[in-house]
């Protein structure tokens, strides 16, 4: 079938179960637009209000399920202005396939109107790109993309489409995403037909290349050795844990070896809560529970995660009396940023499960209650007594929404406050901005997440920094009926650098006071949206009834918490220091 280049695309990503994009139309685009709005009924398009949160909104989608997220801008500012949620993207391995126009083949390199070598400017930031310039390689282009954005430690990835090619004819041969990989020389038998086989070849080379399980038994037997020797085994764990499915294994794995389970800001949902293994948070703001255990541990199980520096402070004072024992998909991540003693390198679900094989039943450790009685230090702050705390306002959503939520936040002092205290029981419901630490990253990322799980009731806890940054957003949640509660930390400064200006700068706040517009409240009614305000814990509950009743109605509702401006994220680890020397007050 000869179909344009555009139809090509859509046909593609229809083909790899795509049946939502966000995205912003310009010229470049055109033709793409004009074959979305011709097969709306089969593929959902959502308008944003700015590039970024295209990315950021499929970035949402991506977390929340599992699937890759597809975004598309047109050339030059447009896809410059994807390259954030790209990056935020690939810190956090999460995937997603962004779709650029560009200028026609022949203008290329010269600095045409709206152009831009995005493949150049996002090399650091994906595990692949891609520039179309022959449209008879799109559809297997587009099936590389999904490929290689899924296999081993998911991430994004770019493909930049000139407007010529999508305006051009080319052979549209559906299905080809299931190919076996054949050689070069088999393939060139076979002419036109042939020369798309040795794409499907490519493909499935870039997934092997990008996901292979590289353990062995030998692996998993020295991991056992190495537990077995191990008087108190305690498990850090990362993303990884909810990227491979492996929530399940883990709580089999802390049950078996009787080991405190502490989780990095991705790793939060993979492991539930309320168990009595559970310490929480680790790291610069981690409880003081988790910060000890791995401290006073004499082997910490890594588990899909890259100790960042926000986890480990002062990387050589982390962990000191303990081996390292690392599982990674990625074998980049292993003696990176901290040394180890063996690592498990491939597909996490599969070592757990090879592991668990080779252990007993059950372990004995010499943790002798150190665990319960660390999980009874809470920093002071977090019982202040102030007119409305922070503490409250999430705890009390939690109470009204429960464990089925999909929690979202941007990025400040609101995001720690969310992850302390709001009980996230299931993987791929806390959607953050961990790596890049991408402030304006929530609005759109709660409208993904929750488009994309719409029977589930969803949540954006947000700051006024950050809620500056993506408010006009809220157009999008109007427009498509998304019915999100949106409530906003509003301590009228940038809460967490003041903290930092407060406990290191001798309280020189210096641009860091936010008094300025706008009114929360009349902003969402300009959106015509509802909006409350609250100052109290009365105002606040009865704030947050109208809102829940607005929601059920199909609406989204803003909720502004006026919270104290010198409230602090504690307890909090001084750069530098050991994980264990916390500031608690």
Request: hydrophobic share 40%; glycine share 10%.
């Amino acid at each position: 079938m000869q179909y344009s280049g555009a139809r090509i695309l859509i046909e593609a990503l229809i083909e790899q179960g795509v049946d939502t994009v966000f995205g912003y139309p310009g010229g470049s685009v055109l033709f793409i637009y004009d074959e979305l709005f011709k097969h709306r009924d089969r593929i959902r398009h959502i308008l944003v209000s700015h590039e970024q949160h295209a990315a950021h909104a499929a970035d949402g989608y991506a977390r929340s399920t599992g699937k890759t997220g597809v975004c598309i801008a047109t050339s030059g500012p447009g896809a410059t202005n994807l390259v954030t949620g790209i990056a935020t993207a690939a810190m956090d391995s999460v995937p997603l396939v962004a779709i650029t126009g560009n200028v026609t083949v022949p203008l290329l390199g010269k600095d045409s109107f709206q152009e831009v070598d995005i493949t150049g400017i996002t090399m650091p930031v994906v595990k692949h790109n891609w520039i179309v310039k022959d449209v008879n390689e799109l559809a297997e282009i587009v099936r590389e993309a999904f490929i290689v954005a899924r296999a081993g430690r998911p991430g994004p990835v770019l493909i930049d489409l000139p407007k010529d090619i999508t305006a051009q004819m080319g052979e549209w041969i559906p299905g080809m995403e299931q190919a076996a990989p054949v050689s070069r020389q088999a393939a060139a038998q076979h002419t036109a037909e042939g020369e798309r086989l040795v794409l499907s070849a490519r493909a499935h080379r870039l997934a092997e290349r990008n996901g292979r399980l590289t353990f062995t038994g030998e692996d998993i037997d020295r991991a056992a050795a190495m537990i077995a020797a191990s008087k108190r085994p305690a498990i850090y764990s990362g993303g990884g844990v909810i990227i491979s499915g492996a929530c399940g294994e883990l709580t089999r794995l802390a049950e078996r070896l009787n080991a405190p389970v502490a989780l990095s800001l991705m790793g939060i949902g993979a492991f539930p809560p309320e168990h009595r293994l559970c310490t929480g948070l680790i790291g610069m703001h981690g409880t003081v529970a988790s910060n000890k255990a791995i401290q006073k541990a004499d082997l910490v199980l890594a588990l899909g995660a890259r100790f960042s520096d926000r986890v480990t402070s002062q990387a050589d004072k982390f962990a000191k009396s303990a081996k390292i024992l690392h599982f990674d998909i990625d074998p980049a991540e292993i003696n990176k940023n901290v040394r180890t003693d063996a690592a498990v390198i491939g597909d996490l679900k599969a070592a757990l499960e090879q592991l668990l094989q080779k252990l007993p039943p059950r372990m004995e450790t010499e943790w002798n209650g150190e665990i319960e009685s660390w999980k009874t230090h809470v920093p002071k702050a977090h019982h202040r007594k102030t007119a409305l705390h922070p503490r409250f306002v999430i705890e009390e959503t939690a109470r009204r929404l429960g464990y089925d939520a999909i929690v979202a936040t941007d990025v400040g002092q609101h995001q720690i406050w969310t992850a302390q205290f709001y009980p996230i029981a299931r993987p791929r419901s806390f959607i953050t901005s961990g790596g890049l630490g991408t402030m304006g990253f929530g609005l759109g990322a709660a409208i993904g997440a929750k488009l994309a799980n719409p029977s589930r009731p969803a949540v954006l806890f947000t700051g006024d920094g950050s809620f500056r940054m993506n408010c006009g957003e809220l157009a999008t949640a109007k427009t498509y009926g998304v019915p999100l509660l949106i409530v906003i930390c509003n301590n009228r400064v940038l809460g967490m650098v003041r903290q930092w200006q407060n406990l290191f700068y001798e309280g020189r706040y210096a641009e860091t006071t936010l008094d300025r517009p706008p009114d929360f409240v009349k902003l969402a009614d300009a959106y015509g949206l509802p909006g409350y305000r609250a100052s109290d814990e009365a105002s606040f509950t009865s704030a947050l009834d109208r809102a829940l009743k607005d929601i059920a109605g199909g609406s989204a509702a803003v909720v502004e918490a006026v919270v104290d401006q010198d409230e602090k994220a504690l307890p909090m680890v001084p750069g530098g220091r050991p994980i264990d020397e916390q500031i608690m007050t």
